[in-house]
């Protein structure tokens, strides 16, 4: 009799849990949050989310009315993120990362060429966002030698290929300060610039994988620029070497909080080994960074769709290329080229994010964390617990 109880009220769960409500608007002031100043948005809201419709594959309702079905899950790039694709036949897609915290940052694609994003916006609330998307975005391509202002030695970023298997290509992730600053937490930022490369590898069926690889806040402030170009200039002037500029990695991209120029970001082609560093706004998608944007290159496209064009791909019933345009074809052969560039093997990533983590995991921090030592009779504890602030702090 238990049993059968259990049953049916697990059913009853699962029938009246089928289709969720995943967000409820909370209201309140959010003129003095960062992320709803921005040029680009067009309404701002703190939001109530399901999570655990996310874990348990229920299809998520939103309030426009619209509901999304879940089409796959992989882990995330961080220790207990979980990232999860949705879609809908009218070709409405959306793209959710889970931290190890609960907190969800996605983005929302309607078929009506309608944006939205979620972040967190620390204290655990969570901001809900609709974007313009009808601005006037460019694509700029440079075939000037920007690279000169680096010592260069050949080819040496060249190695022996080997193409079998995934191509894991690893990416160096720089940041400036003024998106830190915006953003509060950088590290929800940087999970979902993963995500949404990985996932549009696996939705354009590409055995191609992004691997983070020692992030870092660049010294260079964005205010002090007007332009992309300028901007960009400074980032690999303050590198001085190429050795330096990748950090082992495979290729490299910043973000930044401005929107420069209006532009979709500084792209370089693939062909061009020693040139796979780029500018990209946060609020950009980063898929395959020597590619403009994916299929943001033409503005004949309204609606973002998370798929690079090829003759042999589908979506919402329409082909996504040509024989003529096949940007997965060029990715499928130059991945492993790309994947040998760097060489991840002599990184320990012990820059100055990684010592602040020491810093905050250390015994003594982890002892005063433990004993809430705010009241600490010795100067030495006293000492040692303005020492863990400052430094953790300063990261």
């Known amino acids: ?132 998307t009808t601005r006037n975005r460019r694509d700029e391509e440079n075939r000037y030698k920007t690279f000169s202002t680096l010592n260069r030695s050949g080819n040496y970023r060249r190695k022996n290929v080997f193409r079998q298997g995934v191509a894991k290509i690893s990416l160096k992730i720089y940041y400036t300060k003024e998106l830190k600053a915006k953003v509060r937490d950088i590290n929800p930022v940087l999970e979902f610039v993963l995500a949404e490369a990985n996932s549009i590898m696996k939705n354009s069926e590409l055995a191609i994988v992004f691997e983070l690889l020692c992030p870092e806040q660049i010294a260079i402030s964005e205010n002090a620029h ?43 082609t693939i062909n061009v080994l020693n040139s796979e560093f780029q500018l990209f706004d946060d609020s950009y998608r980063l898929a395959w960074v020597s590619y403009k944007c994916g299929r943001y290159g033409n503005n004949q496209y309204t609606t973002p769709v998370r798929r690079f064009s090829s003759p042999f791909l589908f979506f919402s019933g329409q082909r996504l290329g040509s024989f003529e345009n096949d940007n997965r074809r060029k990715l499928m052969i130059t991945s492993f080229e790309v994947a040998a560039l760097g060489n991840e093997n002599k990184k320990d990533c012990k820059g100055a994010q990684a010592q602040c983590d020491d810093i905050a995991t250390s015994y003594q921090c982890n002892w005063l964390k433990r004993r809430g030592h705010c009241r600490a009779v010795s100067f030495y504890f006293r000492y040692t617990e303005r020492y863990c602030k400052n430094s953790c702090d300063r990261c």
């Not at 002037?237 to 973000?255: E, G, N, P």
Request: aromatic share 10%; hydrophobic share 40%.
């Open 226 to 268: 007007s332009t992309s170009r300028t901007f960009f200039l400074a980032v690999v002037r303050s590198k001085r070497t190429t050795d330096a500029l990748y950090d082992s990695a495979d290729l490299a991209v910043v973000l930044t909080s401005k929107d420069f120029d209006n532009f979709c970001g500084e792209a370089a």
């Open 1 to 132: 009799m238990l049993i059968l109880t259990l049953v049916l009220a697990l059913n009853a769960i699962k029938g009246s849990a089928s289709a969720s409500n995943f967000l409820e608007v909370i209201p309140g002031d959010v003129s003095q949050i960062p992320l709803c100043q921005e040029q680009a948005v067009l309404q701002c809201q703190r939001v109530k989310i399901d999570v655990d419709s996310l874990f348990y594959g229920r299809d998520l309702t939103f309030p426009l009315g619209f509901t999304l079905v879940k089409k796959y899950e992989f882990p995330g790039s961080s220790v207990g993120s979980r990232v999860f694709s949705y879609e809908a036949a009218d070709g409405c897609s959306a793209l959710m990362v889970v931290d190890k915290n609960k907190m969800i940052s996605g983005s929302i694609d309607l078929a009506s060429g309608r944006s939205f994003s979620i972040d967190p916006c620390g204290n655990d609330h969570q901001i809900w966002r609709e974007m313009n």
